[in-house]
């Protein structure tokens, strides 16, 4: 595997995103309530697809938005690329400066790798399987905190609403017995910042492959834990639940959804 190459590949394409100014005429709607797709989405997809390809050829690509090249949830490939060009899209529409590149690379159903680039702090986060996670080059060694004493991430957008009360009630729960709580609006940085020790854990009860799929090495190469809700494994072919954080504060979270699952 190339990492370097993957690696330059990504901060470009995260140069593209700082240096882009989204407007009302580039900004799509997509199915759902305020589910959102820039032209700079698109862009930055395509430009990293034809770059992958050159750098591993033949290898698939399932990525979120409809460019040439992207096989979707029928990548099956011996190597697959999961890409989210923008995760954050709703922040890089409004300036936030919290969006990032997520790029997770497989063989066969195994992920191997994931490189998550946020432009705005020149904050790159690397995994690889078997070598650990590393931040700007700094290997990341994740103390196994339980919520009380750190800050506690969440994800819920509006276009997946489904058993929202049931997360608002988890998240209260958490705001109770943790230091803090923040809703970031991206997934891969939530997770990696778990990985990095920013965040105790990250919850969300829909995401997509590719939201996860780069920052699930990230997090569990630098000794944290990803599981569905339930505890079966994330799944990449298909979207599901998410919890990731220090194996203690993932043990507190399932146990959080489990108990209130009911309560009405």
Wanted: hydrophobic share 35%; glycine share 10%; net charge negative.
């Amino acid at each position: 595997m190339k990492q370097e190459a993957i690696g330059n590949l990504i901060r470009e394409a995260g140069q593209k995103m700082r240096r882009a100014r989204p407007s009302e005429e580039n900004i799509h709607q997509k199915e759902g309530l305020a589910n959102f797709c820039t032209d700079y989405d698109t862009e930055i997809q395509r430009f990293l697809i034809r770059g992958l390809s050159e750098i591993l050829p033949g290898a698939a690509f399932f990525g979120e938005e409809d460019t040439e090249g992207n096989a979707g949830a029928d990548a099956d490939g011996e190597y697959t690329f999961y890409i989210d060009p923008i995760d954050g899209t709703t922040n890089f529409m409004f300036d936030y400066h919290h969006s990032c590149v997520s790029v997770g690379l497989a063989h066969r159903d195994k992920m191997i790798a994931g490189f998550v680039y946020n432009p705005y702090t020149d904050e790159m986060y690397v995994g690889i399987r078997g070598k650990g996670s590393y931040l700007n080059g700094r290997r990341l060694i994740m103390k196994n905190k339980p919520v009380e004493q750190g800050i506690v991430e969440f994800g819920c957008a509006r276009y997946n609403e489904a058993g929202i009360d049931w997360l608002f009630r988890v998240v209260k729960e958490m705001f109770q017995n943790s230091l803090s709580i923040r809703c970031g609006g991206s997934a891969a940085l939530g997770l990696c910042r778990a990985a990095s020790g920013s965040n105790t854990v990250y919850l969300e009860l829909k995401l997509q492959p590719y939201d996860y799929a780069a920052a699930s090495v990230i997090l569990e190469e630098a000794g944290g834990k990803i599981t569905q809700i339930d505890g079966s494994p994330i799944t990449f072919h298909e979207g599901c639940s998410v919890i990731g954080g220090t194996p203690a504060a993932w043990q507190e979270s399932r146990e959080a959804f489990s108990k209130l699952k009911e309560v009405e």
